[in-house]
């Protein structure tokens, strides 16, 4: 995330935060998945600029939200690809 946003000119030390803390909630809603990123977004309010915010509670598709800037997509396309990279990982040394 820190290096795509350097790449598309914005914050990078906001866009590495964002990935770093976007699946905080990840253990507490395993169970929930239309939550996920909800309740991280709710831990993180007020710690984050509200873009931020909005980029963590929409990155997953099942709460339903839309996105509506570049760190929104580029959460949800490095999210997609670390989660195909760990698979392949997985099923690779399986």
Same mark, same amino acid.
């Given at each position: 995330?820190?290096?795509?946003?350097?790449m @598309?000119g914005e914050?990078?030390?906001?866009?590495?935060i964002?990935g770093?803390?976007?699946d905080?909630?990840h253990d507490?809603?395993r *169970?929930a998945l239309?939550e996920h990123g909800i309740?991280?977004?709710? #831990? @993180? #309010?007020?710690? @984050?600029?509200e873009?931020?915010?909005?980029?963590i509670?929409?990155? *997953?598709s099942?709460t339903? @939200?839309?996105?509506?800037?570049?760190?929104d #997509?580029a959460?949800?396309a490095s999210d997609?690809?670390?989660?195909?990279?760990?698979?392949? *990982?997985?099923t690779?040394?399986?």
């Amino acid at each position: 995330m820190e290096e795509l946003a350097r790449m @598309l000119g914005e914050n990078a030390e906001e866009w590495k935060i964002v990935g770093l803390l976007h699946d905080l909630d990840h253990d507490e809603t395993r *169970d929930a998945l239309h939550e996920h990123g909800i309740v991280a977004a709710e #831990k @993180l #309010k007020g710690k @984050l600029p509200e873009h931020c915010i909005h980029a963590i509670r929409a990155h *997953d598709s099942g709460t339903g @939200l839309k996105t509506e800037s570049k760190l929104d #997509k580029a959460l949800i396309a490095s999210d997609s690809l670390a989660n195909l990279i760990e698979r392949t *990982d997985r099923t690779v040394k399986s």
